[in-house]
C-alpha cells in the first residue's frame, strides 16, 4: 500500500523554527517528485514546496521563499521541510504529497499523507 | 504565476443532480489540470488529471473537460458521498498553483 506519514508538526513561537518529515512507503521513493502543500484552518490549498526525484529541481511558494527549506533522502525515503522564522501566517495543516511523475510540474499529485499540524503562536 | 479561478465558489444541489464546476486559468495550460476532492477532515484526493484522464477508482459518474484556460468538473448524477470541496490545480508551471475550491453542499 502507497502511504505518506507526516511528522514533527505542534506549537512554536513566531521566530522559531520546526522541521517537518513525511515518511514514505510502499512505491520506488526516487522515481518520483514530492510535495509540501498546506491548508490554513477553513482555507482552501496552498502549495508550499516541490522537489524532483533528484533533488536538482526544487521551488517555493513566495510566501515562503528564503524561510523554508525542502530536501529529501532516498536511501530513508523520506521528505523534509525546515522550517525557520515562521510566522502566525504559517499556522496551518501540512500535507506531503506524492508526484506522480519525476518532476514536481506537469504532473498531478497522485498520493496524500493525513497530515501534521503547525501552530505558530505566542 | 498562474492564477486559477473556480466558479461557482459553492452550490447546493440533491442527489441525483448533475453538477459542473468550472475552472478558469490566467494563461494557457493546454491539458496540465488536475482536480481533487476534499471532504470534512480528509486529505484531498486526486480525480481527474490532465484535464479528462480518470486516476484509478474514480466513479464513472465524474468526468473532466476542457484545454487551454477553461475547464470544467462533471459530476453526472450526484451521489451522498460526493458532497466534499472541489479543487482544480494546474501543472504546466512551478509554482502549481490551486483554485480556491468549490464546496458542493446538500440542498
Known amino acids: 500500500e502507497v502511504q505518506l506519514v507526516e511528522s514533527g508538526g505542534g506549537l512554536v513561537q513566531p521566530g522559531r523554527s520546526l522541521r517537518l518529515s513525511c515518511a514514505a512507503s510502499g512505491f520506488t521513493f526516487d522515481d518520483y517528485a514530492m510535495h509540501w502543500v498546506r491548508q490554513a484552518p477553513g482555507k482552501g490549498l496552498e502549495w508550499v514546496s516541490g522537489i524532483n526525484w533528484s533533488s536538482g529541481s526544487l521551488d517555493y511558494a513566495d510566501s515562503v521563499k528564503g524561510r523554508f527549506t525542502i530536501s529529501r533522502d532516498n536511501a530513508k525515503n523520506s521528505l523534509y521541510l525546515q522550517m525557520n522564522s515562521l510566522r502566525r501566517e504559517d499556522t496551518a495543516l501540512y500535507y506531503c504529497?506524492?508526484?506522480?511523475?519525476?518532476?514536481?510540474?506537469?504532473?498531478?499529485?497522485?498520493?496524500w499523507g493525513q497530515g501534521t499540524t503547525v501552530t505558530v503562536s505566542s | 504565476d498562474i492564477q486559477m479561478t473556480q466558479s461557482p465558489s459553492s452550490l447546493s444541489a440533491s442527489v441525483g443532480d448533475r453538477v459542473t464546476i468550472t475552472c478558469r486559468a490566467s494563461?494557457?495550460?493546454?491539458?496540465?489540470l488536475n482536480w481533487y476532492q476534499q471532504k470534512p477532515g480528509k486529505a484531498p484526493k486526486l480525480l481527474i488529471f490532465?484535464?479528462?484522464s480518470f486516476q484509478s477508482g474514480v466513479p464513472s459518474r465524474f468526468s473532466g473537460s476542457g484545454s487551454g484556460t477553461d475547464f470544467t468538473l462533471t459530476i453526472s448524477s450526484l451521489q451522498p458521498e460526493d458532497f466534499a470541496t472541489y479543487y482544480c490545480?494546474?501543472?504546466?508551471?512551478?509554482?502549481?498553483?490551486f483554485g480556491q475550491g468549490t464546496k458542493v453542499e446538500i440542498k
Open positions: 490532465a484535464a479528462s
Open positions: 504529497a506524492k508526484g506522480a511523475g519525476e518532476s514536481f510540474y506537469y504532473h498531478a499529485m497522485d498520493v
Open positions: 494563461q494557457s495550460i493546454t491539458n496540465y
Open positions: 490545480q494546474q501543472s504546466f508551471s512551478t509554482p502549481p498553483t
